[in-house]
């Protein structure tokens, strides 16, 4: 069985500061890895996705994500936080189809 | 940018009560998911529904639910007698295929079980 574990509920940074979010996996098989954002009052909306191409993946509103197989991670970054970045941030994984296990999510906070 | 419209964005419903959550997925996609996310937990797999059938469910899936797709633009989560333990927020989501396109989600139903 698939699982993930998120590290930090909440974290908070300083405008302009790197963003780092912490995932780590668990899968028998290859997995597909996500991170999916969610703003207030909205659904989920997918920001990266890894499907066993580069390995450094790119994302949408300047995240990226790095997967390493050897320490099972796929921590999410951003070089400079904005204070359109605070939202609530889930890793999921998936073997097979969209059957996705998600995370316990990150709220991420950003300081003026 | 086409999108995942789920109706209500809040239901209230009494303890017994059926009710019915409505989804209308993007038009071109071909697999329809239901996600519930209960008050400070995670996000759990419900079902996944494709050419007119369950293709997967969960063990939270159980009798009480039933999903359909009685038009070609509708996609539904019924609960039949909803107990307390149903409270939560319920996101629709489809995908244009299985396992390469990514899911989209709707802004989700809260559901308040009394």
Redesign the interface.
Known sequence: AQSVTQLGSHVSVSEGALVLLRCNYSSSVPPYL?W?VQYP??????LL?Y?SAATLVKGINGFEAEFKKSETSFHLTKPSAHMSDAAEY?C?VSV??????????TILRVKS | EPE?T?TPSHQVTQMGQEVILRCVPISNHL?F?W?RQILG?????LV?FYNNEI??KSEIFDDQFSVERPDGSNFTLKIRSTKLEDSAMY?C?S?ED???S???????TRLTVT
């Open positions: 996500f999916y009052n909205q659904g989920l909306q997918l996705k499907t889930f999921a097979y189809g969209n059957k996705l296990v998600f995370g316990a999510g | 995942v789920q697999y998911y996600y937990q995670k996000v759990e797999f996944s293709s997967e996101f989501a995908s299985s396992q390469n990514p899911l989209h989600f709707g802004n989700g």
